[in-house]
């Protein structure tokens, strides 16, 4: 009788065929640490992550911010904010725009970087870090200085821990929690490490 038991050998030898083919797609193997890219073109195009993760074409944001330009700059208190401003994954969708204009800074020079390109990097991501971290204290960017620490900033462990999480989907850095926290990091130094850290690899 077709479609029996007999055929169960057969449709679970076809199974596991499907699934060899699948695997590296989704599956990081460990057995090959230089193998980095969860799936093909991640390297490629940082926004790709953010894409499957919220399933938001980043096309679409660019056209809302285009929009949103056209709009008076006065806007009144009152004025409605859209809704997409408080929608979750939006939040996945700006580190991931951060991360590749900062790749970009490095892709298209296969030599050592000379030091007007790495002053520009350090400033680029230094001036986005202030923006981030004025973003969460709720306070001016004028008072978050490049020199200040993240202790001196008044960023307690809970918000450190959300901090660390953003740089590494923005730029790709694994920072300590000690590292972070200590007196000696103000957010210029951050900065180059950042940069320094991408130049090398």
């Not at 055929?7 to 083919?21: A, C, G, N």
């Not at 725009?97 to 970009?104: G, H």
Request: charged share 25%; hydrophobic share 45%.
């Amino acid at each position: 009788m077709p479609g029996g038991v007999r055929d169960l050998p057969v449709l679970w030898e076809v199974w596991q065929r499907k699934l060899l083919l699948l695997e590296p797609a989704f599956v990081r193997r460990s057995d090959e640490p230089n193998v980095l890219q969860q799936w093909l073109g991640q390297n490629e195009d940082p926004l790709s992550e953010a894409n499957i993760v919220t399933g938001i074409d980043p096309a679409v944001l660019v056209s809302m911010r285009k929009e949103e330009a056209k709009l008076p700059k006065m806007r009144s208190v009152s004025a409605s904010i859209p809704r997409w401003y408080h929608d979750a994954r939006v939040s996945v969708m700006m580190p991931a725009q951060l991360r590749q204009k900062f790749q970009v800074l490095f892709r298209n020079s296969d030599k050592e970087m000379n030091a007007a390109e790495c002053l520009k990097a350090v400033t680029f991501v230094a001036d986005v870090i202030r923006s981030t971290v004025a973003g969460m204290l709720f306070i001016d960017l004028s008072a978050v200085k490049r020199s200040a620490t993240v202790a001196e900033l008044g960023i307690d462990s809970l918000l450190a821990a959300e901090f660390r999480n953003w740089l590494h989907s923005a730029f790709g850095k694994n920072i300590s929690m000690l590292d972070l926290m200590d007196v000696r990091t103000n957010i210029n130094a951050l900065a180059e490490k950042i940069v320094n850290e991408a130049s090398m690899s």
